[in-house]
């Protein structure tokens, strides 16, 4: 498809379980972008990619969180030993330009909840 | 306090109104704004950007006061399919893009 797509879109995990999130963003956009939101509260910035560099990872909550982007396309944003605050919907984002540039286009998200 | 800040609503209104919706943020050094919407369960999507002279499209019209640290949206005319959560955008210290909490809007008939 043309646009950014997330899988899973709905993952529930128990309590001290690892997961991982993909994101797969518009093809040839250079910045990647993951934002975690709340119910009820506005996207919160986790991370920035440009290309494979990750050259923001300020939002990151805790060591449990990591994010990668090794050819500079695809990206996969992991969560150890999850926590109940982890539950969350994940947004991934993708822009044409570097350096928070440009019009972020959105994925529709992976709701993770965790029990 | 936080860096973008909304009221979050929600606004409740009749078809054809006009709503306004405001937004103030802290950083002085702020360079972009924006307005982000959200359908429900959806994914943000941009509705527009805010320069300093203001900027109309459509219906919408969005503006800033660099002074006062504040960005208004105004919608005329509503219609029902503009029900949605109304994003406001703000660039932070290093270009991030920090979200304010959102405003709902019900258009109702």
């Known amino acids: 498809g043309a646009g950014v797509s997330q899988s899973p879109r709905y993952k529930v995990a128990k309590r001290g379980q690892d997961v991982a999130l993909r994101c797969d963003p518009i093809?040839?956009?250079?910045?990647l972008f993951w934002y975690q939101q709340a119910l009820g509260q506005g996207p919160e910035f986790l991370t920035y990619?440009?290309?494979?560099?990750?050259?923001?990872k300020s939002g990151l909550p805790s060591d449990r969180f990591f994010a990668e982007r090794p050819e500079g396309s695809v990206s996969t944003l992991k969560i150890q030993r999850t926590q109940q605050e982890d539950s969350a919907v994940y947004l991934c984002?993708?822009?044409?330009?570097?350096?928070?540039?440009?019009?972020?286009?959105f994925g529709e998200g992976s709701r993770l909840t965790v029990l | 306090r936080k860096e973008v800040e909304q009221d979050p609503g929600p606004f409740n209104v009749p078809e054809g109104a006009t709503v306004a919706f405001n937004c103030t943020y802290s950083?002085?050094?702020?360079?972009?704004f924006f307005w982000y919407r959200q359908d429900c369960r959806k994914e943000p999507k941009l509705l527009m950007s805010?320069?300093?002279s203001g900027n109309e499209d459509g219906r919408f019209t969005a503006q800033l006061n660099r002074a006062s640290q504040y960005i208004s949206l105004l919608i005329r005319d509503s219609k029902l399919s503009d029900s949605a959560t109304y994003l406001c955008?703000?660039?932070?210290?290093?270009?991030?893009?920090?979200f304010g909490q959102g405003t709902t809007l019900q258009v109702k008939p």
């Open positions: 805010v320069y300093s």
């Open positions: 984002a993708s822009s044409s330009l570097g350096g928070y540039k440009g019009e972020l286009f």
């Open positions: 990619f440009q290309n494979e560099a990750q050259l923001d």
């Open positions: 093809s040839g956009h250079v910045s």
């Open positions: 950083n002085s050094a702020s360079q972009s």
């Open positions: 955008v703000v660039s932070g210290n290093t270009g991030k893009l920090i």
